[in-house]
T-cell receptor, first 114, second 114 residues
C-alpha cells in the first residue's frame, strides 16, 4: 500500500508570488489535512478536506486556500507569499471517521520564500 | 479547544536504556484520541502509537508503550531499549470528535548517546 505523497518536496519562491502544493493520500482515505511547521510557531493546523468539502479550518489568513478532488488528492495554494510563509508543509491522510486513529503524514514540502 | 503540553524540550538517554517522554493534555471533548509521532531531521512525521480515551488498556507497539492516566490527563510515551536511530523530535498530539484535526505539543528532542 503506497504511503502519502507530496509534491514538490522543495520549493523556492519570491515574495509576492503564489504557490500550489499537492498531496495524494493513501488509497481509500477520504480526509486530507494540512499543517504548517515553523521553528517559531511549531505545528499548526491549516485545514482539512473530506469528500471534497472543507470540514475544518485553522486560524490562517485567506491567502491560504485548498481544495480536494474526487480522487481525494488535495492541493493547497498560498497567494501573495510573505517571508513568514517559509515553512515545512505537511499533509496527513486518514479515513476521516470520527473514531479513526489512522493519521499518516507525507514527507512534506519545504517552502522557502526569499 | 484542545491543548497539549510537552514540558521537556530536550532529553538525553544512553543506548539500550528506557526513556519516558511526558505529555499532558486538556480537552473538552468527551471522546478523543492521543497520538505520538517521531520526526527525524528529514522532516517526515512517523506515526508511533495511538491511545483512545475509552481504551481500557495502555497501548503498546513494539518498543513503544503509552502510559495513559486519564484522571491526570497524561499520556507519556515510554521507549524501551533505546537505539541510536531513536534520536529525533517527538510530538504528542490529540484529536477530538471534530474531524481529523490534530493539535500538537511543542515536541521533545530526544538524543540517544552510544
Amino acid at each position: 500500500k503506497a504511503g502519502v505523497t507530496q509534491t514538490p518536496r522543495y520549493l523556492i519562491k519570491t515574495r509576492g508570488q503564489q504557490v500550489t502544493l499537492s498531496c495524494s493520500p493513501i488509497s481509500g482515505h477520504r480526509s486530507v489535512s494540512w499543517y504548517q511547521q515553523t521553528p517559531g510557531q511549531g505545528l499548526q493546523f491549516l485545514f482539512e478536506y473530506f469528500s471534497e468539502t472543507q470540514r475544518n479550518k485553522g486560524n490562517f489568513p485567506g491567502r491560504f486556500s485548498g481544495r480536494q478532488f474526487s480522487n481525494s488528492r488535495s492541493e493547497m495554494n498560498v497567494s501573495t507569499l510573505e517571508l513568514g510563509d517559509s515553512a515545512l508543509y505537511l499533509c496527513a491522510s486518514s479515513l476521516g471517521a470520527a473514531r479513526s486513529y489512522e493519521q499518516y503524514f507525507g514527507p512534506g514540502t519545504r517552502l522557502t520564500v526569499t | 479547544a484542545q491543548k497539549i503540553t510537552q514540558t521537556q524540550p530536550g532529553m538525553f538517554v544512553q543506548e539500550k536504556e528506557a526513556v519516558t517522554l511526558d505529555c499532558t493534555y486538556d480537552t473538552s471533548d468527551p471522546s478523543y484520541g492521543l497520538f505520538w509521532y517521531k520526526q527525524p531531521s528529514s522532516g517526515e512525521m512517523i506515526f508511533l502509537i495511538y491511545q483512545g480515551s475509552y481504551d481500557q488498556q495502555n497501548a503498546t507497539e513494539g518498543r513503544y508503550s503509552l502510559n495513559f492516566q486519564k484522571a491526570r490527563k497524561s499520556a507519556n510515551l515510554v521507549i524501551s531499549a533505546s537505539q541510536l536511530g531513536d534520536s529525533a523530535m517527538y510530538f504528542c498530539a490529540i484529536k477530538g470528535t471534530s474531524g481529523s484535526r490534530l493539535t500538537f505539543g511543542e515536541g521533545t528532542q530526544l538524543t540517544v548517546n552510544p
